[in-house]
């Protein structure tokens, strides 16, 4: 086999890692994408004296197939989130989002946080009329907060009659809170970088 | 490597990071280009240099955000090219970009002046 058709391989197993990686993508936004990076990476080699090293240097800085697809499906899941009031279409978002970087995986805890409290207030809401005095806001030996006590009586359940009224403020406000702030952190985002230099910058020398 | 070169190096590249949107979005002021052009229009005129794992994704980004759009053209040379003009939209966002970007320089020159030019206190 000659080093042109080595070289073709190499490129051929790359936009097939990619095309797997990009599958949950619209099928027309998946071929645009790989077309446009195929094209880059002829162009990129072409007429290069050593055309390995070329693909070497191209693929490097596109990043692991798998690497690329994140940045595309992070970069499309953010722009549709961002103007979504959807919450699990941010959840959604914000774990592509988290496997970018540390402002991601800070969102993504973000959601589980504010979304899993708004859930578990809901859904505290839809017991109460089945499970009567034994759910509620309790405190004492088993803990606090919205909980089943196996002991009820050593317990002492704060909200009474409110339970259902304050749980679904907080559930309401919790949802809306977290969607809003989500939505603040995707529109504020800056792109993540691939890193270029191989040399550190003059001061870091 | 230092500390303060550890965070010499992560100002600098929040500094691109900050930059980057508009610096595409300039770069296609005057002319249609395609990827590598786009590439190389950065490292040219701004010394940005941008992996191309960074750009594409943006492109495809600011072209679904409507600040581009974008066309195949069949090259001479035997690949086929997707060219990227600005929009509307992208003109506008652009020019607001351009506008605070300008402000912010031109004050923070003044305040950073002599640092640079090593006067003394």
């Known amino acids: 086999m000659t080093s042109a058709q080595l070289t073709d391989e190499r490129i051929d197993a790359y936009m097939g890692r990619l095309d797997d990686a990009l599958q949950k993508l619209r099928p027309s936004d998946r071929e645009d994408i790989l077309r446009e990076i195929h094209a880059h ?6 007429g290069a004296s050593d055309r390995d090293a070329a693909l070497d240097r191209v693929l490097r800085l596109l990043g692991t197939p798998e690497e690329l697809a994140s940045r595309y499906k992070a970069e499309s899941l953010l722009t549709r989130a961002s103007r979504s009031f959807s919450p699990w279409l941010i959840l959604r978002t914000c774990w592509q989002w988290a ?18 409290f708004a859930a578990g207030a809901t859904a505290s ?14 405190s004492g030996p088993e803990g606090v907060g919205i909980i089943i006590p196996a002991h009820p009586e050593r317990m002492h359940e704060w909200l009474g009659n409110y339970f259902v009224p304050v749980l679904a403020a907080a559930a309401f406000f919790f949802a809306v809170g977290t969607t809003q702030l989500l939505r ?15 040399t550190p910058a003059p001061w870091a020398r | 490597m230092n500390s303060n070169g ?25 002319t249609r280009l395609y990827g590598l052009e786009i590439l190389r229009c950065l490292s040219e005129k701004s010394d940005l240099d941008v992996a191309e794992g960074t750009l594409y994704p943006i492109l495809s980004r600011l072209k679904s955000e409507g600040l581009l759009e974008s066309e195949w053209v069949e090259a001479e040379a035997g690949h086929p090219r997707k060219y990227y003009w600005l929009t509307g939209a992208g003109r506008a966002r652009a020019k607001d970009m351009a506008t605070a970007w300008n402000e912010f320089a031109g004050k923070l020159a003044v305040l950073v002046q002599p640092v640079a030019g090593g006067t003394q206190r």
């Open chain 1, 184 to 198: 603040w952190m995707m529109r504020k985002r800056q792109p993540g970088l691939v890193p270029v230099r191989e």
């Open chain 1, 125 to 138: 809401i839809f017991l109460k009329p089945f499970l009567g005095s034994r759910i509620g806001w309790w």
């Open chain 1, 99 to 116: 496997k970018l970087g540390l402002k991601g995986t800070l969102a993504f805890f973000i959601a589980v946080f504010g979304y899993g």
């Open chain 2, 6 to 30: 550890d965070r010499g190096q992560n100002w600098e590249a929040q500094l691109r990071k900050g930059c980057l949107e508009m610096a595409i979005l300039a770069s296609l002021w005057h």
């Open chain 1, 41 to 46: 990476i002829v162009e990129s080699t072409a």
